[in-house]
């Protein structure tokens, strides 16, 4: 039983003695590979965004004293709750 055991044992460890030297296989390939991609350049310029449209001028409204453009709201419909 004791001969078991210690079979059992030393197989554990060997396999857990390869996960271990994988997984440090792997972080020195990501490392390297991490260090293999050059930085980008710091002098790219960068293109600026087109500038915004002007807003659009609606129709003059001709209630406007002297037709300043001035859009005069108007109520079209009923307002619940007010006496219409």
């Not at 609606?58 to 001035?70: E, H, R």
């Amino acid at each position: 039983m004791k001969m078991r055991t210690r079979t059992a044992l030393a197989l554990s460890g060997g396999a857990a003695a390869l996960v271990l030297a994988g997984l440090v296989a792997l972080a020195v390939v990501v490392v390297l590979l991490a260090a293999a991609i050059p930085p980008p350049p710091t002098s790219a310029r960068v293109t600026p965004a087109p500038p915004a449209p002007a807003a659009v001028a609606g129709p003059l409204d001709a209630a406007a004293p002297g037709g300043t453009g001035v859009h005069i709201a108007r109520l079209t419909g009923c307002i619940g709750g007010l006496n219409c």
